[in-house]
């Protein structure tokens, strides 16, 4: 149970579909870190808002405006198994309830895609423990299959990209983690990488790829007035986008580099139940042409293990 207090950690955007900058992206996820015990089961769900109405070029606040916010609400849900004490298999999926982008024109206008995410299937191992020195370190690969291939109309018109639930193309997931531990003290450490990369879908667009690098510090809070199990995370993120690409064709208003601050409680319930809230504050934001940034996002999460 020691590793769930570790829900939101993962940069992963792992349950919510990358999509392009210019929409408001999924900015954190929920995941595990290491591999399960074997014939253990790990359920994990989570809420996410995320929001944003200001558009940048470059790394300067741009003004034009033809966006006036955009925001999502996202429901995810992961299930891992211990198949052995090294090797954990993962399924992941999630629902958009809505993504929506309100557009600064007279009368009001919006549009709003909503509906299943992409599905991750993926496995994880456990390539090395070191109990004495508390050092931990693994990796996963898993494959992103798309909940559907059509793409969603309103009002006879075709939802752009980033209004979407899915991209609509197969992609592949890699991820690294690093762990280590000083128990007298109540830290952690954590250093997480992950690349997502996406083929063209039926259109022939296709998401430039990802990479993200996330240090982590988790304390153990040990204070005889504080009921409870409560830990303390902070994080800062690096988000790194290719730019996507139409017909082979670069799209110049796409990509970019995004650093944020993500502060996070978690609270453990007689060590069954963990809740969390993690927050997402971007401090800088480099996005090619002009594209609307992100504001900030809250992720709400909800985890037990069941051994079997």
């Known amino acids: ?11 992963y955007c792992q349950l919510v579909n990358s999509q392009c900058l210019s929409s408001v992206n999924p900015v954190g996820g929920t995941g595990n870190l290491l591999a399960l015990q074997s014939k253990a089961i790990r359920l ?40 052995t ?70 009002d006879g018109v075709e939802l752009p990209e980033e209004v979407q639930p899915s991209t609509g193309s197969y992609g592949l997931v890699f991820q690294s983690f ?17 690349l997502e990369t996406d083929r063209a879908n039926r259109k022939d667009f296709k998401l430039g790829t990802s990479f993200f690098t996330s240090v982590y510090i988790s304390k153990h809070l040990m204070f005889q007035w504080l009921k409870g199990d409560w830990t303390t995370i902070s994080q800062i993120r690096n988000e790194i986008r290719f730019k996507n690409r139409r017909e082979s064709d670069p ?28 927050g997402d504050l971007p401090v800088y934001q480099y996005l090619n042409g002009i594209q609307l940034g992100t504001k900030f996002g809250i992720t709400f999460g909800l985890a037990r293990d069941f051994h079997l």
């Open 1 to 11: 149970m020691k590793w769930i207090s570790l829900l939101v950690l993962v940069l």
């Open 44 to 83: 994990i769900s989570f809420y996410k808002f995320n929001y944003g109405n200001r558009y940048f070029k470059e790394n300067r606040p741009s003004d034009f405006n033809l966006i006036k916010s955009a925001c999502y609400n996202y429901v995810g849900a992961i299930m891992g198994y211990g198949i």
């Open 85 to 154: 004490s090294r090797l954990t298999l993962e399924t992941e999926t999630g629902y958009f309830i809505n993504k929506t982008q309100h557009y600064n024109i007279d009368p009001a206008y919006s549009l709003r895609g909503y509906g299943f995410s992409n599905v991750i299937v993926s496995a994880r191992y456990g390539i090395y423990s070191d109990n004495h020195r508390r050092l931990y370190y693994s990796a996963s690969a898993g494959v992103k299959i798309p909940a559907s291939f059509n793409f969603q109309v309103a």
């Open 178 to 194: 690093l762990v280590k531990e000083n128990s007298l003290r109540g830290l952690r450490y954590f250093l997480t990488n992950r």
């Open 251 to 278: 799209v110049e208003a796409s990509g970019g580099v995004i650093f944020f601050l993500s502060p996070q409680i978690n609270y453990s319930i007689k060590e069954t139940w963990n809740i969390s809230v993690m």
